[in-house]
Structures are given as structure tokens and as C-alpha cells.
């Protein structure tokens, strides 16, 4: 069963024989097994579920005796992958599942967005990932409980596949898990219709992974209630987007999976790509490429700006540094708090311009670029935050994604003044690079419409603050799901002291006193 189980990866990407290419084949785990949700899934819940039985059986069997003594001193020396480690990869693959629309019996069988892969969950696995999706445990995100339209659908899917699994071998089947997979959609079932909620009550949640658009009938399935619900909402104004708990998903989701939404039909004419030089110089001879997204407010894109060594460069710098990102915790006065929360599924790290040579010239190319003071004016090794933060370097793996969000804080952090009291003010504008190409993973402004794909080199650049000082309501945005690859990307945020001869308050709004 274990050894099984471990086939698929190994059709993926087989065993290493020539230690010679050791490196790339480290890259290639990366981008193959560990940048796929199925293969982690399946990895993981290898561990938990299977490898103390397979141990056993090695165990006592007089001739293997010695080898489940050697799996035992290697899983020693590492860190052991738990139940939580588990419900973390479930959430991962759900997530994934659900912001774009697949169909879970074709995910399970390896194909994500277009991409066929070697990876592959059983009818087993769909009805775990159901059962966790039903337990409330570890919610998709903040403000749902138990999901039972998700839930439905993935046990809707075990059971379609256990009977295409029966079909294909010569065995009877599994009576025993398909009774174990209907009495489970039943409860479901009843649960959901019993605590139903109607669209008017929740208008800006929707899609919903708590629940389908209308209640179960008997003759429907969860995909025909999923379609139903993708025709009645396509191109609609909701209603109640902006309650904090929204999130704006239906704009977001549809952004991510590259559909237009209602408030970027106006935008046609602004979206387009040529080279600028910005009338400086120092660009006249290689311009930039540069995609415009939105003009009001400015989205802009810019490609191939970091070369592919000062990418590896960010990358193998920080590695060894990274940890769980936080959001900003508004509860504390002081703007001081910080929290991990499921809105953002993501690992980071930082990096000062003095700890890399190259990172002081970007700096200064940055200067150029937005038009704002970003680099020092020396690169002496200290790190109080003035011009600009440190580079802040983040990683998502499958299913990593970050909530539509503002970069601005609400309430300003302790780092909005120096320690000698200058003013360092909030985050004006942000300037973001991708350094991985994945599926997926998309960073998509709900309120403005557009959506940037990653591309690794490139650079998206956008405004938090209005000029009068005040939060962009507009700059709303978040990371959508990376579905296949790890997604790396590098954050500069710059800060609004230093910028005020750069970008001043506008004539009218200085004219009313602001």
C-alpha cells in the first residue's frame, strides 16, 4: 500500500542515479512534488496514515527487519509531519479546488488548470478532504464555519470515482467505503438544507463554500448547483461587497481564474503595452516594457526588470530565514500587533539593500521608475526604516494565497516615525516583484478589475495612499491561490515622509487646508 501510494511521485519526477545533476534535481522536486498540492497531500498523508504500518510489517518480517531500523534512523534526524501538517495540505487542496472551479474527480486524477501531472488522490482521499471540509476545524478562511457545499462536493466525487475505480479492476469494489461515503453525503446534506442561508442574506460572500445557491433537491448534484450558481451570478453588481467580511470574493475568485467582472469593462481602452523610457535618459537606450493594467488608479507592470542570477540571488539569501507571515492585528492601539491568520497562507523573509550589492542599484533604478525617493543615501548597515521598508521576500506554496487586503496600515505601525522622532509616515506605494514563473497565482485588485500574472522578473507597481494622505480604497488586492509551482515574490514598500516634494498633496486639496 505505501510503496503504491509512492509510485505516482516517482513518475513524476524517478529516483535520482547520477549524484552529478544533484542540484537540478533539487529544482526539479521543487517545481514538480513540492509546488504540487497533490503530491504533497499524498507525501504527507504517507506519513501519517501509512508509514507506521508499512514499518510494522517490515518489522516483523525476519528478513526486512534491519531495513525498518534504517526508515526509522533517517525519519529520526528530521521533523515529523503531523495531523496538523495534514489538515494544512487538505486546506491547500481544497482551496485550489475551489477558487478555480475544477472538478475534483479530474484534479484527483493529476490535472490542475490545463496542466496534467503524475499526481494522484484515491476515492479515500476525496471523502478525507470532504470530512475535513464538513468539521469546521480548519476553515477555508476567516468568518465560515463548516463547509457544507464543499463538503458535498468532494464526497459527490469519491463516491463517482470509487465506482470508476471498481469498474477498472477486477475486484468487487468497496462496499463497505461507498456506504461509509453516502451516509455521509446524507448528513451533509440534511445539515445544509437545515441551515441554509438565502443569497439576499449574504450577497458579497458569494461563491460560497458554506453553501450552494439553493438547497440540495434530490435529483441535483453539487456541480449542477455549483454551474446554476456561476450563470446566476455571472456579470452582476453585488450588493453589500464592501462589508469587511466579504473580502470582495466574487470579483476576487473571478479575477484569479481570468474572467472579466463588471467593474473592469471600462478599462479596455487603458490596457496596453509599449516601451517608455520615462523621458530619463539613463532608459533611452533600453527602455522599459511596461503593461499598463489601469490608469485610474495606475496599475502598471513592468517586465523583465531583474535578471534571472539577482533572482536566485534574493532567493538562496533568504531561504534559510524564513517564517509564517503575519497580517497586522488592529486590536492593538498602537499598531504595534501582529497575527497569523488563514487569510494570508504564506512564509517571508527580509532583506536589507547592504546584504546583497545589487539590491542598493535596484534601489536607485526604483527611484527612477516610480518617480519617489526608495533607495538611502548611503548603504551603510543599519535598518531603521525610512525611504522604504527592506525587501521583503515571500513564498506561497500550493494553495498559498493572501485575501484581498490593503498594504496601507489602518492604524500606524511604531516604524511610522525613526528613533531620533523623524516622520516616516505609511506605506504611499508598493512595488512587487514576481521571481518564479507558476499556475496560478495570480495578484488581482477586486475594486479596479485587473489582475496581474506572475512572470519571474517582472515587477507590478501601485499606490495606497490617495496625495491627500489618506487610504486608496481602490488599491485593494490580494494573492490569488498558487495552484501548481512555489510562487516567490519580493515586496518594496515605500514610505510617504521622504515623498513629500516627490508627490505633494494635489492644488485643490491644499487650497481646502489639507
Keep these: 500500500m505505501y510503496l503504491d501510494r509512492a509510485s505516482h511521485r516517482i513518475r513524476e519526477l524517478p529516483i535520482l542515479v547520477d549524484l552529478n545533476k544533484e542540484v537540478d534535481h533539487l529544482d526539479q522536486i521543487m517545481e514538480l512534488l513540492v509546488g504540487n498540492p497533490l503530491h504533497v497531500y499524498s507525501l504527507i498523508n504517507r506519513f501519517?496514515?501509512?508509514?507506521?504500518?508499512?514499518?510494522?510489517?517490515?518489522?516483523?518480517?525476519?528478513?526486512?527487519?534491519?531495513?525498518?531500523?534504517a526508515v526509522f534512523a533517517v525519519i529520526r534526524k528530521g521533523e515529523y509531519p503531523t495531523q496538523a501538517d495534514l489538515d494544512g495540505v487538505t486546506l491547500a487542496v481544497s482551496r485550489v479546488q475551489f477558487t478555480y472551479r475544477l472538478d475534483p474527480v479530474d484534479m484527483a486524477k493529476g490535472r490542475i488548470l490545463g496542466v496534467q501531472t503524475a499526481g494522484y488522490l484515491d476515492s479515500s482521499d476525496l471523502l478525507n478532504v470532504g470530512m475535513r471540509r464538513y468539521s469546521g476545524h480548519t476553515p477555508i478562511r476567516p468568518g465560515v464555519y463548516q463547509e457544507f457545499a464543499l463538503a458535498?462536493?468532494?464526497?459527490?466525487?469519491?463516491l463517482q470515482l470509487l465506482k470508476e475505480e471498481?469498474?477498472?479492476?477486477?475486484?468487487?469494489?468497496?462496499?463497505?467505503?461507498?456506504?461509509?461515503i453516502k451516509d455521509f453525503m446524507d448528513t451533509v446534506h440534511r445539515q445544509h438544507n437545515a441551515m441554509w442561508r438565502p443569497f439576499a442574506d449574504s450577497p458579497g460572500n458569494l461563491p460560497n463554500e458554506e453553501f450552494f445557491i439553493e438547497r440540495i433537491a434530490a435529483d441535483s448534484t453539487g456541480r449542477h448547483l455549483r454551474q446554476l450558481e456561476s450563470q446566476q451570478l455571472a456579470n452582476q453588481f453585488l450588493p453589500n461587497r464592501d462589508f469587511e467580511s466579504s473580502y470582495y470574493l466574487h470579483d476576487f475568485y473571478a479575477l484569479c481564474r481570468g474572467e472579466p467582472v463588471n467593474v473592469n469593462r471600462s478599462r479596455a481602452m487603458e490596457q496596453r503595452c509599449y516601451y517608455d523610457s520615462l523621458d530619463d535618459p539613463y532608459f533611452l537606450i533600453g527602455p522599459l516594457k511596461m503593461e499598463v493594467l489601469s490608469l485610474h488608479p495606475p496599475v502598471l507592470v513592468y517586465h523583465e526588470i531583474l535578471a534571472a542570477d539577482d533572482v536566485a540571488s534574493m532567493?538562496?539569501?533568504?531561504?534559510?530565514?524564513?517564517?509564517?507571515?503575519?497580517?497586522?492585528?488592529?486590536?492593538?492601539?498602537?499598531?504595534?500587533g501582529a497575527k497569523v491568520t488563514s487569510e494570508r497562507t504564506q512564509s517571508s523573509g527580509w532583506l536589507w539593500d547592504y546584504q546583497l550589492p545589487f539590491l542598493y542599484e535596484l534601489s536607485h533604478r526604483l527611484d527612477r521608475i516610480t518617480g519617489l525617493r526608495v533607495a538611502r543615501a548611503d548603504n551603510l548597515?543599519?535598518?531603521?526604516i525610512e525611504e522604504a521598508e527592506a525587501w521583503q521576500i515571500g513564498v506561497y506554496g500550493p494553495g498559498g494565497h493572501y485575501l484581498p487586503h490593503y498594504d496601507a496600515f489602518e492604524v500606524l505601525d511604531p516604524s511610522a516615525y525613526t528613533p531620533a522622532g523623524v516622520w516616516v509616515g505609511n506605506r504611499i506605494s508598493t512595488v512587487m516583484f514576481y521571481l518564479s514563473d507558476v499556475v496560478g497565482g495570480a495578484t488581482a485588485f477586486p475594486k479596479v478589475g485587473v489582475a496581474a500574472r506572475p512572470r519571474a522578473g517582472s515587477m507590478v507597481y501601485w499606490h495606497n495612499l490617495e496625495s491627500d494622505g489618506t487610504r486608496d480604497d481602490m488599491s485593494l488586492h490580494g494573492a490569488c491561490p498558487t495552484a501548481l509551482g512555489i510562487k516567490w515574490v519580493s515586496n518594496k514598500w515605500i514610505r510617504e515622509g521622504p515623498?513629500?516634494?516627490?508627490?505633494?498633496c494635489d492644488k485643490d486639496q491644499r487650497r481646502e487646508g489639507i
Excluded: C, F
Design 48 to 69: 501519517v496514515h501509512h508509514l507506521q504500518q508499512a514499518r510494522q510489517e517490515l518489522a516483523n518480517h525476519p528478513k526486512y527487519g534491519g531495513l525498518e531500523r
Design 152 to 158: 458535498y462536493e468532494w464526497a459527490e466525487a469519491a
Design 166 to 180: 471498481t469498474d477498472m479492476s477486477s475486484s468487487p469494489g468497496n462496499p463497505q467505503l461507498e456506504k461509509v
Design 315 to 336: 532567493k538562496m539569501y533568504v531561504a534559510s530565514q524564513l517564517n509564517a507571515a503575519e497580517i497586522q492585528d488592529v486590536t492593538k492601539e498602537d499598531g504595534s
Design 381 to 384: 548597515p543599519y535598518t531603521d
Design 499 to 504: 515623498q513629500l516634494w516627490s508627490r505633494p
